[in-house]
T-cell receptor, first 114, second 116 residues
Framework: GDSVTQMEGPVTLSEEAFLTINCTYT??????LFWYVQYPGEGLQLLLK?????DKGSNKGFEATYRKETTSFHLEKGSVQVSDSAVYFC?????????????FGAGTRLAVHP | EAQVTQNPRYLITVTGKKLTVTCSQN?????MSWYRQDPGLGLRQIYY???????DKGDVPEGYKVSRKEKRNFPLILESPSPNQTSLYFC???????????????FGPGTRLTVL
């Protein structure tokens, strides 16, 4: 079945460092891909999305490109801030029973230190 | 303010004592869903609803019930909780259609449940 694999955390970085969180997927058809972020004590928020191959999603300085050839959707940011400390979830949609269900990866915790 | 609310936010209970976690959204969304979040497993779907009186099982429905009598509310019921249901629970909603990419969901703040 469809699945999402993320790099294990936690990831610990200093402020202004470069961030990459790897995400690969297995899916039939052409899923849409998402990154959701969960700040401490809060629910998940949509960070960015890409709906077809070679699309680049971007938001708040984060970027991810939908790479069908490598089935990947890696999250990147050029200069992280302490406020980026959160758990990041990669996800895809799966058409099941006539609707688009979200399938999540395990999540990657990011801690950014001053 | 557009939001999904859940109550309670924290709950400690004992095995076998029935409980209900409420979920409400004010965005007139058709689709609502419950997830549980466990370390190393991400979020897994428990139940979902496409509209009033239309519900179906997700990936991990055992031990849970839901109802959808009103469009805005989607309560999660644990009739006889067990320790393996100790988890962080999220409710989510989204419109069906309306121009948003499929998979764009709005999440509540979460309910941390401990079953002793």
């Amino acid at each position: 079945g469809d699945s999402v694999t993320q790099m294990e955390g936690p990831v610990t970085l200093s402020e202004e460092a470069f961030l990459t969180i790897n995400c690969t997927y297995t899916a039939t058809g052409y899923p849409s891909l998402f990154w959701y972020v969960q700040y401490p004590g809060e629910g998940l928020q949509l960070l960015l999305k890409a709906t077809k191959a070679d699309d680049k999603g971007s938001n708040k300085g984060f970027e991810a490109t939908y790479r069908k050839e490598t089935t990947s959707f890696h999250l990147e940011k050029g200069s992280v801030q302490v406020s980026d400390s959160a758990v990041y979830f990669c996800a895809l949609t799966h058409l099941s029973g006539g609707y688009n269900k979200l399938i999540f990866g395990a999540g990657t915790r990011l801690a950014v230190h001053p | 303010e557009a939001q999904v609310t859940q109550n309670p936010r924290y709950l400690i209970t004992v095995t076998g004592k029935k409980l209900t976690v409420t979920c409400s959204q004010n965005m007139n969304h058709e689709y609502m869903s419950w997830y549980r979040q466990d370390p190393g497993l991400g979020l897994r779907q428990i139940y979902y609803s496409m509209n009033v009186e239309v519900t179906d099982k997700g990936d991990v429905p055992e031990g849970y019930k839901v109802s959808r009598k009103e469009k805005r509310n989607f309560p999660l019921i644990l009739e006889s909780p067990s320790p393996n249901q100790t988890s962080l629970y999220f409710c989510a909603s989204s419109p069906l259609g309306g121009g948003l990419p499929p998979g764009t969901q709005y999440f509540g703040p979460g309910t941390r449940l401990t079953v002793l």
